[in-house]
């Protein structure tokens, strides 16, 4: 029996890609005719398996419309009267480095303004000279996303954190809104 060309299916996340396995005859130097079998990828599916990568490998800053809005609309605003900065200013700390960009949490002090009955519904980072909102995420009264699933521990009240990805070479700050005390900003980083 013999096969003239294999079509093979990979099904991913991403949809199906077809691969065709199909032989290839080539002469060696002495004349002698040898088959082999290689594998191809069709163009298309090479194409659309590249592009399905690309849009869900890229890091995406400015990730929620939403959560953006909201952190440039707290931008402008100021503190509250009395909030401790202590409780309410956001730090920065760098946890993967990398060549193009940099993964950075944003979290809040600790005691922060749980403790001070208040809570963080916003927090985000901005570019440092444009002041243009580079990535936010909304909170929920319980220190948890928006985002979140509900769960049996609602109640349980945790500082909230956020860890987007910055372009190398940026410098940016932290901010965080709370609910009652404002907004505060923290020490700008150059990443």
Not at 94 to 114: C, D, H, Q, W, Y
Not at 157 to 172: D, H
Request: charged share 15%; with cysteine.
């Amino acid at each position: 029996m013999v096969m003239k060309g294999l079509a093979l299916l990979a099904l991913s996340a991403h949809g199906a890609t077809a691969f065709t396995m199909a032989p290839a005859h080539h002469s060696t130097a002495g004349g002698a005719r040898v088959s082999t079998i290689g594998m191809g990828v069709g163009r298309r599916a090479a194409l659309l398996g590249a592009a399905s990568l690309a849009v869900t490998a890229a890091p995406a800053l400015a990730d929620n419309s939403k959560s953006v809005s909201a952190a440039a609309s707290f931008q402008s605003q100021g503190s509250a009267e009395g909030a401790p900065a202590e409780k309410y200013t956001p730090k920065l700390v760098v946890e993967a480095a990398g060549m193009s960009s940099t993964r950075v949490l944003i979290k809040m002090p600790s005691p922060g303004p749980n403790s001070n009955g208040d809570y963080v519904d916003c927090l985000w980072i901005s570019d440092s000279k444009s002041g243009e909102v580079l990535a936010a995420q909304l909170f929920k009264p319980s220190g948890k996303p928006q985002t979140a699933q509900a769960s049996a521990e609602a109640s349980t009240q945790v500082e909230p954190s956020f860890a987007p990805r910055v372009p190398s070479g940026a410098t940016i700050v932290p901010c965080a809104h709370a609910a009652k005390g404002g907004t505060f900003f923290g020490p700008p980083m150059t990443i």
